[in-house]
């Protein structure tokens, strides 16, 4: 008999208000305090990507390191943090984006990845695609493939993929 899926929704709680009146915060904490769930969902992240040739998971600061150094781990490839700027000790490259007052910058060492190398880059949420459009451009700079995204969240309404095209992306939970 076949085991029944798990629905990682379950494991997502919806907090109000947070961080700022009016935003419903997606709280992936209980998913990651599950011993199933937390495994399912790395899973099924890597799922659409096994025979990809992924060499290299590029998870974006901070909870991006979690899934995406899970990920490395079952595709038997190389982690690359993407931090914020000023977080990295060696030579980076870096790649600017806009938020609603200002802008913010993301980096990577510089020789994190070889020329011509593929990555699949994944974070927990895909909101307006704004970090994940720079960390595209990142991989860009230093010459590598990308060969998908993927998000455990994905916030529909606010037409994040929109702004990744052409990439694969993949999403676990959309809302």
Do not use: N
């Not at 899926?5 to 700022?20: C, E, G, S």
């Not at 009146?21 to 790395?42: E, H, N, S, Y």
């Not at 609603?100 to 990577?108: A, K, L, N, V």
């Not at 991989?139 to 990308?146: D, F, P």
């Amino acid at each position: 008999m076949a085991k029944e899926p798990l629905l990682l929704a379950r494991y997502i709680r919806d907090i109000p208000d947070w961080p700022k009146k009016g935003i419903l915060f997606r709280d992936i904490t209980p998913l990651l305090g599950d011993p199933q769930a937390f495994p399912a969902a790395v899973d099924a992240l890597c799922a659409p990507f096994r025979g990809a040739g992924v060499q290299y998971v590029a998870g974006v600061e901070a909870r991006g390191f979690i899934f995406g150094a899970a990920v490395a781990a079952q595709l038997h490839a190389g982690f690359v943090p993407i931090r914020k700027k000023g977080k990295l000790p060696w030579q980076t490259e870096s790649a600017s984006y806009d938020l609603e007052y200002g802008t913010d910058s993301i980096e990577m060492h510089r020789d994190a990845v070889p020329r011509g190398a593929k990555v699949l880059l994944v974070d927990d949420l895909l909101a307006t695609g704004g970090t994940m459009q720079a960390a595209c451009r990142l991989m860009e700079k230093v010459g590598a493939e990308v060969v998908g995204l993927a998000f455990v969240i994905e916030l529909t309404d606010l037409h994040g993929r929109d702004r990744l095209v052409p990439h694969k992306i993949h999403t676990l939970i959309s809302y």
